[in-house]
């Protein structure tokens, strides 16, 4: 009875939200209908299961799986205690999580540095080329590098374009200004090609190492202006109160300033993450085969030409999956923004 009057008050008020409703469903059955047609009947889906591992993890040695469902199975622990942390229903792990929560900044910087071993070998392990860390497996490990190390640089952008040195104030303006008025691609053509010219000649940066220093260097302008935003929503009296009770300029920033102002950009920094996110797709075009240059390497194999439906839609899935979840730890972190307050 309910779902009728809600549907009498907002589907069917008047005559022509009637007539547009109808419209709208018979449009939607009739969308609906094709594309299942297509999937269940149409659809050559061999060309996602026998390629399943290059979609994954590219042309990683199949002997050293073991190192990858080890790295993933450590990231899922320590990544399930810190959404545990950040989910309001499990309030009998809040005790326990205020003890843990000022070791996961170095947990997770340990976790990264154990995954990077394990993937690259070395130390007692047998080493793996980089050029065979292919597929999801490089575009999680490029997009999490990017906006670790994106994050804390944009933030001194920020912070220096407030700052009332004038040299620091007008190179960090300089910066953000240049980069945010260059593309993407021509970024990372620029870290491919013109920064080994500016290292020593018996420096030579790893193909990966390039592509992570483009993608920080772009996304860092646009995370200062987030930040930016966020500063400014800060009213002047937060500043004065921090200052009568006699906290320097470092603490100013760590203990009042900082956590308010990125609490209120939540929502845009965790955009401009999904968006770097997506982005890594750009890497195929500077020789990284990511996990849309993998799909190009698939579509290439004579016994699966034409799949580009196939193929797209099962990589769009995943692109999905993945800016999903990200948005809702967004959600969650706006829900227990007062822990960090």
């Known amino acids: 009875m309910d779902q009728l009057i809600w549907l009498r008050k907002n589907l069917f008020n008047n005559w022509y939200n009637g007539v547009l409703t109808i419209v709208c469903v018979i449009v939607l059955f009739s969308l609906s209908k094709g594309i299942l047609f297509w999937i269940f009947n149409q659809a050559k889906w061999q060309v996602v299961t026998a390629n399943i591992h290059l979609f994954l993890v590219g042309r990683f040695p199949q002997a050293l799986y073991w190192r990858i469902c ?3 199975a450590i990231n899922s622990i320590i990544g399930l205690i810190t959404w545990h942390g950040l989910m309001p229903k499990y309030q009998l792990l ?11 900044a170095p947990i997770w910087l340990l976790t990264f540095i154990i995954t990077i071993w394990l993937l690259g070998g070395g130390l007692g392990l ?3 080329p980089t050029n065979l860390w292919n597929g999801l497996l490089l575009t999680l490990l490029m997009a999490f590098v990017s906006i670790v190390l994106s994050f804390p ?7 220096g374009r407030n700052s009332e040195l004038p040299v620091i104030r007008w190179f960090s303006i300089l910066y953000i200004e240049l980069v945010r008025g260059l593309p993407l691609i021509g970024v990372l053509f620029i870290a491919q090609v013109m920064l080994p010219l500016f ?3 018996n420096w030579r940066l790893d193909r ?11 996304s860092a302008a646009y995370m200062a202006e987030n930040v930016r935003g966020g500063l400014q929503s800060i009213p002047r009296g937060q500043f004065e109160a921090a200052k009568a009770l006699g906290l320097n300029t470092f603490l100013l920033l760590i203990l ?9 950009v939540i929502p845009t920094i965790v955009g401009q993450f999904i968006g770097l996110f997506k982005d890594t797709s750009l890497l195929s075009l500077v020789g990284l085969v990511e996990l849309t240059g ?24 995943i692109y999905w999956v993945f800016c999903y979840s990200m948005s809702l730890v967004a959600r969650n972190l706006e829900v227990k923004g007062d822990r960090f307050t």
């Open 153 to 159: 640089l944009g933030i001194l952008l920020a912070l």
């Open 199 to 201: 290292l020593p000649d």
């Open 294 to 317: 993998i799909a190009r390497s698939i579509l290439a194999q004579p016994q699966f030409l034409g799949r580009y439906m196939e193929v797209y839609i099962f990589i769009g899935v």
């Open 208 to 218: 990966l190492v390039r592509g992570v220093a483009g993608l920080v260097l772009f």
């Open 94 to 104: 809040q005790k326990a999580y205020k003890l843990i929560v000022p070791l996961l």
């Open 70 to 72: 080890l790295a993933l």
């Open 126 to 128: 047998q080493s793996v």
């Open 256 to 264: 009042v300033i900082l956590p308010q102002a990125l609490r209120a």
